[in-house]
């Protein structure tokens, strides 16, 4: 209860500070020197909030529709030849570094919003997909046993019964893609992405302290706001399968 | 699982379906330029296709015969290792190819151009890669053939750039002017990530220790550390410049100590912020995975509480503690890049200067190693991992 | 009516069922027992096609079930699993509503039957009805089951080792209860067990198995008397089997004219467990209900004359 009140507050907290950043000046003046403004106001915060937001939000929306039905794929019958390879891909995938996939993906796609959307949404892919085979493969067997013997035909079972069960374990893996892309694409501002990076560069680029510490405390605030909201979503969907989840 | 259909009797010739999408991709790509050329470093490139580097017959030649490689990766009912030794064979002959090409169009040009790999040679070096790793998945290897196929990968990859045949690709040639500059900033990127993992053994150990011993620090401690892994990188990393500025400014010793608000001080801080979660709950994971019987008989015979933790307990969670190690390192490994941003030095310097400069072979010469070194420290505390388990030391609890 | 006739299944060149043929009569109970690896479950499970036989059939009511299709004939034929294999993320109410709801039965009509099912197994449809399956126990997970796998009315209930998650105590009382709902519904019911006392107290017929093979399929009296061979013999444990056949008769049998004190027993008491009683309460006469008696001596007649068939059939 007390956690739930104090994301609130968090929350209100950082709406407050994203829609009137004028409001804390007095917070972030002494972080500053040499008269240096205190509060970032080249992009208005709001926004570079919003296009940060929208573009996570894109490329988890992406990343979940794709890694899902390829998870499905190599699980069935006809895709079962992949699950081998698939999984070493999403497994050794995700020992590269995702600044990596960031910066491989200028060549490709020039600098701004689209390589960071691209690189997004390809690092994203892999714990969503991992995760997503990971619970279509551990599925209890005698439910399994049980839906086909009560005659479910194969997408009867995979919709109502095997995607219900393996959903706290997506949704993990949501969080999971969710949380590394808010953080790639704070780093997408050095690719001339829209995010809220750009409030931390520009106070590494000048020296201005205020700028570093408010960029760094409206992306630190998001993702922890985010992968709190998620994990009580999980367990709450693991809790009603009757899972024991530890914390 | 039984199916519901009975399998198909085995015909002669089979193909395996990853076999042939990687054929695919991998017959696709001999038909997409293989290299960038580029008079010099600021005109965007031509194209050159196998076809247009090598006049005539020779070219199509080469093409038949890396198409014929494809084909055989992808026979299912060829033995493992010919097709193992197709995949491989056209790896090693594309790389022949890339630095074959990149030789003789520079010898024809004048200085300053370049030439980059494209598109086409990417695919073809992961169409075969993926086919070789698709066939070495389904051999079961024993842990000893695993450690020596690392280990033959690492040799022959050395091996190719240290032979200087590649050495006039771009990204040799970007190399090759900043050899001493690429040598510093390895030293530095192994220093932050290895660095930041040995302070967070140091630190994050015991206070796994103490959680196990404390039942009720467990929660706010990880959690605290859980937030602090939540955080962005560039955030972190970003704070911690004007915390550090503000100590090396107000502490009169931290400064002789080499605290500073920039430089490699604050980002091995922010790495070792990222790192103790890990060491930490893995620390506490595996110490309470520790069957209670062995502890139990342990003090039955005697033992005090101290000696069974440090004689019984923790030997048994080391296992555990090691992928805690794996975790950290590959992570650590990515994570070091953004250091070059609050000019803590490794191979970020060069992919932001890259990416400042749009200079594409400038950010391959950070990312490429940057990309081998996780890979390998991932594999190997793998292989490590692995090792432990099938030990005989193997824990009682699974 | 269930007939299988020689039914085989191979997996590659290993043989998991060896032409098994039998007929288990409508409303009857068929146990099938067998060591692990028996093929006993592999046999249940090509009834109702979650195993497809490679040689021989399986004829339903005279229907050949391999032209119905798969999930069809699945939705035609009960079936309940060891650890009740319940859906967990549905209520006990969705879960005893699959079958109905895959055959398109209208709202009203599963709601009642749902509540109806819940009545017959003892669990209060208000209470039980909308709670998830992890917040009951194994006994009630259990029953939730067997109520799943009758939601249909099937004529046919295919169950495997449904009593094998639940612990000695519950499971006699789970193996009566069945036992009585299965006399009210008159349901034909095919019963995988490895364990010979649970078929013998469950089954009409048993048939047991070994290494793919049907060794011997008759009613429980004939494999306590006239085992087939040794293997047959060993796992009904030759040692017990006077008490296994003292139990396969009721007192009633060897009723007498006469009066005894103490508490009456039922007519239904079978013969080991008057002999218990008698050596109990340490008499030599015991009342029955509704009069007459049963006496220590008639018991031990008995038991002797058992012993001895069994002996001239060896």
Not at chain 2, 109 to 131: H, I
Request: glycine residues 10%; aromatic residues 6%; proline residues 5%.
């Amino acid at each position: 209860m007390v956690g739930r009140f104090l994301l609130i507050v968090l929350t209100l907290g950082l709406c407050t500070f994203v829609v009137r950043p004028e409001m804390f000046e007095a917070v972030f003046q002494p972080f500053t020197q040499n008269d240096a403004p205190a509060i970032y106001t080249q992009t208005s915060l709001l926004r570079l909030t919003l296009s940060h937001l929208a573009l996570v939000a894109c490329a988890v929306l992406a990343s979940t529709i794709i890694a899902v039905a390829l998870g499905i794929l190599v699980t069935r019958e006809f895709g079962r030849e992949f699950l081998p390879l698939a999984r070493t891909i999403a497994s050794v995938g995700q020992t590269i570094p995702p600044v990596a996939v960031l910066a491989l993906s200028v060549p490709m796609m020039g600098f701004g919003a689209a390589p960071t959307l691209l690189a997004l949404f390809l690092y994203g892919l892999l714990p969503i997909f991992e995760n997503t085979v990971t619970g279509l493969t551990n599925l209890p067997p005698n439910v399994i046993e049980a839906a086909r013997g009560v005659g479910l035909i194969r997408r009867q079972r995979l919709w109502s019964v095997e995607l219900p069960l393996a959903f706290p374990m997506i949704l993990a893996g949501i969080r999971l893609s969710t949380v590394i892309s808010l953080a790639t694409a704070t780093i997408g501002s050095t690719i001339a992405a829209p995010t809220l990076g750009e409030v931390i560069i520009a106070g590494l680029l000048t020296s201005n302290s205020a700028y570093v510490l408010q960029g760094g405390l409206v992306v630190g605030l998001i993702a922890i706001i985010i992968y709190e909201v998620f994990s009580s979503l999980e367990h709450s969907a693991a809790r009603r399968l009757g899972f024991q989840m530890d914390a | 699982m039984h199916s519901d259909t009975t399998s198909l009797p085995r015909r002669r010739i089979t193909l395996s379906p990853p076999g042939v999408v990687f054929a695919v991709i991998g017959l696709a790509a001999l038909f997409v330029p293989i290299v960038t050329f580029k008079p010099n470093r600021i005109v965007p490139g031509d194209g050159v296709w196998i076809t247009t580097a090598y006049d005539g017959v020779a070219g199509w030649l080469i093409v038949a015969i890396l198409a014929l490689l494809f084909l055989t990766g992808a026979l299912k009912s060829l033995p493992p290792a010919v097709r193992i030794v197709a995949a491989l064979a056209g790896l090693l002959g594309t790389i022949v190819i890339l630095g074959h090409v990149a030789t003789s169009l520079i010898a024809d040009s004048a200085r300053g151009a370049r030439v980059s790999p494209a598109a086409g040679l990417w695919c073809m070096l992961a169409a075969y890669l993926l086919a070789a790793v698709d066939v070495l998945n389904r051999l079961e290897l024993s842990l000893r053939a695993r450690w020596m196929v690392l280990a033959g990968t690492v040799i022959v990859v050395v091996l190719v750039f240290a032979s200087g045949y590649l050495a006039n690709v771009s990204v040799m040639m970007e190399y090759a002017g900043r050899q001493a500059g690429f040598n510093a900033a390895f030293r530095q990127h192994l220093v932050l990530a290895f660095g930041s993992l040995g302070i967070a053994l140091v630190i994050g150990f015991p206070i796994g220790v103490l959680l196990f011993q404390v039942n009720g620090l467990r929660r706010p401690v990880l959690g605290a550390l859980n937030l602090m892994q939540t955080v962005p990188s560039l955030a972190l990393f970003g704070i911690m410049i004007p915390i550090f500025g503000w100590i090396a400014m107000n502490v009169p010793m931290a400064a002789k100590l080499g605290v500073a608000g920039i430089g490699i001080f604050p980002a091995l801080v922010a790495l070792l912020f990222y790192s103790l979660l890990p060491v930490v709950s893995n620390t506490l994971v595996g110490l309470t995975g520790v069957a209670p019987e062995v502890g139990e008989a342990a003090r039955g015979m005697g033992m005090t509480n101290a000696q069974v933790l440090a004689r019984v307990q923790i030997p048994l969670a080391l296992p555990v503690v090691l992928t805690a190690i794996r975790i950290v390192l590959v992570q650590n490994i990515g994570l070091a890049v953004i250091a070059g941003l609050i000019g803590g030095g490794g191979f970020g310097t060069f992919v932001f200067q890259g990416l400042n400069q749009s200079a594409m072979d400038l950010i391959l010469l950070g990312t490429l190693p940057t990309i081998a070194l996780a890979l390998v420290a991932g594999t190997t505390l793998d292989l490590l991992v692995d090792a432990l388990n099938t030990s005989p030391r193997k824990r009682s609890a699974s | 009516m269930i007939q299988i006739e020689n039914l085989t299944k191979r997996y590659g060149s290993t043989e998991v069922v060896r032409g098994v043929s039998l007929r288990v009569r409508q409303g009857e109970i068929a146990a099938l027992v067998g060591t692990s690896g028996s093929g006993k479950t592999t046999l249940l499970r090509m009834i109702n096609r979650l195993v497809e036989p490679t040689e021989g059939r399986v004829l339903i009511d005279g229907e050949d079930a391999s032209g119905i299709q798969p999930h069809l004939l699945r939705r035609r034929i009960g079936y309940a699993i060891q650890g009740h294999g319940l859906f967990p993320h549905r209520t006990v109410g969705q879960n005893i509503a699959t079958v109905p709801h895959l055959l398109n039965w209208s709202n009203r009509e599963i709601d009642a039957r749902v509540d109806e099912l819940l009545h017959l197994f003892q669990l209060d449809p208000a209470q039980f009805r909308d709670r998830m399956p992890h917040e009951l126990s194994g006994g009630q997970q259990q029953r939730v089951g067997v109520a799943r796998a009758l939601a249909a009315r099937p004529e046919v209930l295919l169950m495997d080792e449904p009593f094998g998650a639940l612990d000695p105590v519950i499971r006699a009382k789970a193996q009566a209860d069945l036992l009585e709902l299965q006399k009210k519904l008159g349901t034909t019911l095919v019963i995988v067990t490895h364990d010979m006392e649970e078929a013998i107290a469950l089954g009409d017929h048993i048939a047991v198995m070994d290494k793919g093979r049907l060794l011997q399929y008759g009613t429980p009296k004939d494999l306590l008397t006239q085992p087939a061979d040794d293997f047959v013999e060993s796992l009904i444990g030759s040692a017990e089997r006077p008490f296994r056949l003292l139990s396969l008769t009721t007192v009633a049998d060897l009723a007498e004219q006469g009066e005894a004190t103490g508490a009456t027993i039922a007519r239904t008491t079978n013969l080991r467990d008057a002999l218990a009683e008698c050596l109990w309460r340490g008499v030599d006469v015991l009342p029955l209900d509704g009069g007459g008696v049963v006496t220590l001596n008639a018991l031990r007649t008995s038991g002797r004359g058992l012993a001895e068939t069994q002996g001239e059939v060896n």
